[in-house]
DNA sequence: GCTCAATGTATCCAGTGGATACATATCGAT
DNA sequence: ATCGATATGTATCCACTGGATACATTGAGC
């Protein structure tokens, strides 16, 4: 199973997502295509096929594989404030990851059981921390979005450029505030 | 100005505007190509580049062609729920048009003047209908981001898979509601 | 050991954005 | 009016992409 000599690779499946994985996480999948991965492998192009459908089933994967890694960022989170930083840190840390994980119509969401369940896993957090323990459910779910939908959108505006260029400091300071999660004149966690 | 007969066309920006804008609002921009344009249009495919650079610089165009019609929309809104409304409304209505105006890193945003100004527009509006008059300009811009980045964040999640799936009315009502612009059990407009 | 399914390779295809070279038309200066 | 510069459109090429089909190699289970 330990990545072998010649004519088979031992493990590519799991080599692929890897390396698609550091492709993409800053750089986004625009540029990504599966011959240039194929390449870095030592491989022909046509073997990834062997281990996902296309290249949308790739994406899929990757991205299931980006929201596993938020939600063990955001566990450590014990307050709104610190998973909302944590969030918004994950984002503009790795934009292309989190492009292929929210700007695809992923079909594949339910399609794919590893991403249905590592969204899963990032909301069951979200609700943890987000949401007041004895409140309804109606209440938490919209105590969970009104955080999240502030934060992703947040994001994408100022991936899209319609905002201040700031800091990464300054920019989930600025989002705390917005969100109402830091007095005024308080320092941000 | 008008259409011209034979080798020339007359007036090729606008009518590949007009085409690439009809092509993009509902399906986007991924299977979207300047050969299919050229072809709609009976030119050469080469014939594009003459008015727009490279594919970037025409979508960049179709995206200011987007927030010009969106600001037209929004002007109509007199309060921050018809505004979120009337917000929501265009996003869902022109998936795809939406997302070449938000999901692209528009390094473009300040080269097409275009672009820069139907954003400005779009800015004012909200300005305008959204923050308290006699607060002070930070107060303002962040009444504004609030309301702009609950939206814009909802929307992505929407299409991302991450909500369950409603009704547009539904979803337009849910979003005011988590936005605090409806009361509890009031019926949204 | 042998077989056969799993995995990789070789090669082809149509479609894409873009480049270069050339054809045709329009318009302003004379 | 005409003539030449310039804008606009065409023809043709290229490298690259995702995907398909056919074949080679391998190792796991009988």
Redo the contacts between chains.
């Keep these: 199973m330990t990545a072998r000599a010649d004519y088979h690779h031992g493990d590519l499946a799991a080599a692929a997502l890897d390396e698609a994985l550091g492709l993409i996480a800053a750089d986004g999948e625009a540029r990504f295509s599966l011959r240039a991965l194929a390449d870095r492998l030592g491989v022909a192009h046509r073997a990834l096929y062997n281990h996902f459908a296309d290249r949308e089933a790739l994406l899929a994967a990757v991205a299931a594989r980006g929201f596993a890694q938020l939600a063990d960022g955001l566990a450590a989170a014990s307050e709104p404030a610190t998973f909302l930083a944590a969030y918004v840190r994950f984002a503009r840390g790795y934009p292309g990851l989190y492009?292929v994980?929210?700007?695809?119509?992923?079909?594949q969401?339910?399609a794919t059981p590893s991403l249905r369940a590592a969204?899963d896993r990032v909301?069951a957090v979200a609700l943890a921390v987000l949401a007041t323990p004895d409140a309804d459910e109606d209440t938490r779910r919209?105590e969970v979005?009104?955080v999240?939908?502030?934060?992703?959108?947040?994001i994408?505006?100022q991936?899209?450029?319609?905002?201040r260029l700031r800091s990464d400091a300054d920019f989930i300071d600025?989002?705390l505030?917005?969100?109402g999660l830091v007095p005024p004149q308080e320092k941000a966690p």
Tied chains: 1, 2.
């Design positions: 492009a994980m929210t700007e695809r119509h992923h079909a969401i339910n969204v909301i919209r979005m009104r999240w939908m502030l934060a992703h959108g947040a994408g505006l991936r899209a450029g319609m905002l600025e989002v505030r917005i969100a």
